[in-house]
């Protein structure tokens, strides 16, 4: 499981947004988005660098937590 913080995630578009980038990742899984922490938790075994290019791509600056 790789957890991310996604500073700039606050509504349900961004969380839409979000589910989305990720669901393009190979191998991502399941994708649990936390907004009151602004934390994205992501169960499959894709590399945290995809992820954080994926979520690049659509705005939203990822570090992983």
Do not use: F, W
């Not at 393009?24 to 075994?45: C, I, M």
């Not at 992820?51 to 937590?65: E, H």
């Amino acid at each position: 499981m790789t957890t991310l913080s996604v500073p700039d995630m606050s509504c349900n578009h961004c969380r839409m947004t979000v589910e989305s980038a990720l669901a393009g990742v190979p191998q991502a899984g399941a994708v649990t988005v936390d907004l009151t922490n602004r934390k994205v938790r992501v169960a499959g075994p894709a590399p945290a660098e995809a992820l954080i290019q994926a979520l690049d791509k659509v705005g939203y600056p990822a570090t992983v937590d």
